[in-house]
């Protein structure tokens, strides 16, 4: 009886210690979103997915995201997400209420990760869609959006950001059909890098992001 209670005791212990440990990780975490649209329209419920990532890697669990959204006036919107069927997915419905440039700022729920999405254009409905932003500048967007910002700088999206020199892509330039290649299948390549299952087109946004000419560069 001692024994069975000893071995009750140890296996409680282990499983207490092994959920502290997960409560108490350190680490940071990427998000990245399925789908960030050029404009949304006001008053219309917004879908966002997004999925959450260790280290940018293993999908998280259990966690507890928000989204909050602020203009420069001082509107703001707010909602929770809800974990979807897809380990580490999370979906939520914000409606921005007026016009504008909205900011949204994503919170991991895991440790004080968060993404600061670029600013996002709000029309009021009826009015006529917003010009297309060009391939470049929606992969500048997308660096963002889906999570590139995690692990690599470049200095037209997070100049702050403190990384190794590998993955500083500021004024990188890469062979474009091995680079689509590569951010279609990261696997080509020995790389810690999840397949993100990244649309044509936003490899094509990306891939011109990466390779665009810096200012000065264009200038001579």
């Not at 990532?53 to 259990?62: I, V």
């Not at 254009?121 to 500048?137: E, K």
């Not at 702050?160 to 500083?168: G, L, M, V």
């Not at 990188?172 to 689509?180: A, I, T």
Request: proline share 7%; charged share 20%; hydrophobic share 40%.
């Amino acid at each position: 009886m001692k024994s069975q209670q000893l071995v009750r005791f140890v296996l409680s212990m282990l499983v207490s210690f092994a959920l502290v440990s997960i409560a108490f990780a350190g680490g940071w975490a990427t998000i990245t979103l399925n789908d960030f649209p050029e404009y949304t329209v006001a008053g219309k419920p917004w879908n966002l997915i997004f999925t959450v990532r260790q280290h940018g890697q293993m999908p998280l669990a259990g966690l507890r995201p928000s989204v909050r959204a602020t203009t420069a006036n001082g509107r703001i919107a707010t909602t929770v997400a809800k974990p979807t069927a897809t380990r580490g997915e999370y979906t939520a419905t914000l409606t921005l209420p007026e016009p504008g440039e909205w900011t949204i700022v994503i919170d991991s729920g895991f440790n004080a990760s968060a993404t600061k999405l670029q600013n996002l254009r709000v029309i009021a409905a009826g009015t006529p869609v917003p010009t297309p932003f060009s391939p470049a500048t929606r992969g500048l967007r997308l660096f963002t959006a889906k999570g590139c910002v995690g692990c690599h700088r470049h200095l037209e999206v997070n100049p702050e950001h403190k990384t190794d020199a590998r993955f500083d892509l500021t004024g990188r330039r890469f062979q474009q059909d091995y680079l689509k290649k590569f951010l279609a299948d990261p696997s080509i390549k020995p790389a810690e890098m999840p397949n993100l299952n990244l649309k044509e087109d936003e490899i094509e946004a990306l891939a011109a992001f990466i390779n665009k000419a810096s200012v000065k560069q264009q200038q001579r």
